[in-house]
């Protein structure tokens, strides 16, 4: 099958099931992930389906999808376990402070940064924060605010006031998607509103995401690029994904 009778295809299951998976994708057609990827990145451009984390749905499709962390965290779980460990080479200096945001991705973080560091951190994030209770040299802060169902984060006015009163060394970030033309980006406006707050309180910004993220939007900005240091994402990262990232001085670390 030719590339662009495959991705005639691919708009029509999309249209079909109203959303599908890299995966599904990938076994349907005997392509690879990065070839599916490459493909609704082309779909998109061209206006007929709607990339999300993970698939795509059709065109006309709301942008407001969001995975509950449960979900989040029973996909791509051998990918987030590598970035995870590769983000640790990002940790500052001991006697440090962290800033972690919430995400299926920086709870496998908080679990894997080693018993020796003497870190000073703060989370917004409830399963981050149970993550990091049994270490032995950090020092755990709890922020304020409502705690979210579906990402069992805090969030709101009390979650932003208190990052605006911190300056940390580095901030460990989630998203739900990132692109060269949106930035960093998520459905839901409280998340929004936290994420953007995270990034202003932190020195330096390190992204955690899946290469299933790379290129894709969501509805609401809450960082541009170029407020991003570093990308610790995995190798189904595209070599031209890598380059745009790298022009703009972005550190890209593949797991």
């Known amino acids: 099958m030719y590339a662009e009778e495959r991705q005639q295809a691919m708009v ?24 599916v990827r ?25 942008s407001s999808i969001e995975s509950d962390l449960g979900e989040r965290a029973s996909t791509n779980t051998d990918l987030k376990d590598a970035i995870a460990r590769a983000a640790l080479g990002q940790l500052p200096p001991d006697g440090s402070t962290i800033l972690l945001d919430a995400g299926s991705t920086t709870v496998r973080f908080a679990a894997a940064i080693p018993h020796e560091r003497h870190l000073i951190a703060f989370t917004h994030a409830v399963p981050v924060a149970v993550q990091l209770t049994t270490h032995p040299r950090v020092e755990l802060h709890l922020l304020p605010g409502r705690v979210r169902t579906t990402t069992h984060a ?40 936290t994420k953007r707050a995270l990034v202003a309180s932190a020195r330096r ?17 809450f960082a541009d690029l170029e407020d991003v240091d570093c990308l610790v994402t995995d190798n189904g990262i595209s070599p031209e994904d890598v380059r745009d990232l790298e022009s703009l001085d972005i550190e890209v670390v593949v797991a």
């Open 12 to 35: 029509q299951l999309v249209t079909d099931h109203r959303r599908i998976s890299v995966a599904v994708l990938a076994e349907q057609y005997g392509v690879t992930t990065e070839t």
């Open 38 to 62: 490459r493909d609704l990145s082309q779909l998109e451009r061209l206006g007929l389906i709607r990339r999300v984390h993970g698939g795509a749905v059709p065109a006309g499709a709301l």
């Open 154 to 193: 805090a969030v709101g006015a009390d979650t932003v006031a208190a990052l605006h009163q911190l300056r940390a060394d580095t901030v460990f970030l989630g998203t739900n998607a990132l692109s060269t033309t949106h930035g960093l980006s998520t459905p839901d406006a409280d998340e929004a509103a």
């Open 205 to 221: 910004v390190v992204v955690l995401a899946d290469s299933s993220k790379v290129g894709t939007e969501s509805a609401l900005r």
